[in-house]
């Protein structure tokens, strides 16, 4: 019986590049232990996880970025909200790769195969790290979305900003400077624009009725391995989140590239607050972004995140164990 079923998705960035010489590769990596899905639509990611259970995989390799791990999470525990979801083992064929970053795989989709079935054939336990998913409930889909970052306001509007331009690292890079300067020269431009909402931490209304952004994430390190939480992230149980008002951006900007690896606590007046929750509620966001994945509105809409259940994923810096 195969172990291991690989989704691999055609349209990522990495992917797309080379498509067959890609798919070919994870295949020969895998050799017969793996059950290898080319899902092009939702459709087809919900046929092959159907598969996979029916064959008893416990390991699930997702070839793609950010987005496409998402995707295929939230199909998994939509399907099966019951069952215990397999071992993660995220291949970095995407735009955005955070969570290989976060998991400490800093090869390639083929080289991280050749480390799992290794570990598998010599009988090894496999290393794993555990991370906690966020349920987003939004009313607009039937189903709820599981993810591990959530932004919205000034880094949504970045983050489309920054698609429109190519995608990269050089780029991101350069819009990072470039928005930067943007704040000291012009900051009543839209990329700063307040949102507009109520929010409620743990279902405790904070005062203020606007923000510049809010980013909530059950990961450690961020892209670029920012790491931005300064309180414990508890999978299952608490994710972090940053909350920011453009008064505090302006007059803290000079601090945040300590910041972005050390984190700042929490500003005594509210106008910045980095904590741990069980929940946050944003009434009348219009528009945000989950695993780089954007999601707009043309009205304003409740979105509740809440803590989702726990994952393993397989790490080089994680404890070994048996799967």
Aim: hydrophobic share 40%; aromatic share 12%; with cysteine.
């Amino acid at each position: 019986m195969r172990r291991i079923g690989v989704i691999f998705n055609p349209f990522a960035y990495i992917n797309r590049k080379g498509t067959e010489r890609q798919l070919y590769r994870i295949k020969e990596a895998l050799d017969e232990s793996a059950l290898v899905c080319v899902t092009k639509n939702e459709g087809d990611i919900h046929s092959a996880l159907k598969e996979f259970y029916k064959e008893g995989i416990t390991i699930l390799g997702i070839s793609g970025g950010d987005g496409t791990i998402s995707a295929v999470l939230s199909s998994y525990i939509n399907l099966f909200a019951d069952k215990e979801l397999p071992l993660v083992v995220p291949l970095k064929g995407g735009t955005m790769n955070m969570i290989t970053g976060d998991a400490g795989l800093r090869g390639d989709q083929i080289s991280v195969c050749k480390d799992l079935l290794r570990c598998i054939k010599n009988r090894r336990q496999i290393p794993t790290i555990e991370r906690g998913l966020i349920r987003v409930i939004d009313p607009r889909y039937e189903y709820n979305k599981y993810a591990f970052t959530w932004v919205d306001g000034f880094l949504y509007r970045f983050t489309k900003w920054y698609y429109r331009e190519g995608g990269g690292v050089g780029l991101a890079l350069k819009l990072i400077l470039k928005a930067a300067i943007t704040s000291f020269t012009n900051s009543s431009h839209d990329l700063f624009d307040d949102v507009e909402s109520r929010v409620y931490l743990n279902d405790e209304k904070i005062p203020f009725e606007s923000h510049l952004f809010i980013l909530a994430a059950s990961v450690k390190r961020l892209v670029f391995g920012f790491r931005v939480f300064t309180e414990e992230l508890v999978p299952g149980k608490k994710f972090g989140m940053l909350y920011i008002r453009l008064p505090y951006f302006r007059k803290a900007l000079y601090r945040f590239p300590i910041a972005l690896y050390k984190g700042l606590k929490s500003d005594a007046k509210g106008n910045f607050l980095n904590q741990s929750l069980q929940s946050l509620t944003v009434e009348g966001n219009k528009g945000y972004i989950i695993d780089g994945e954007v999601h707009d509105s043309d009205k304003a809409i409740d979105i509740r995140l809440e803590a989702g259940p726990k994952i393993r994923i397989f790490s080089p810096e994680g404890v070994a164990g048996f799967v």
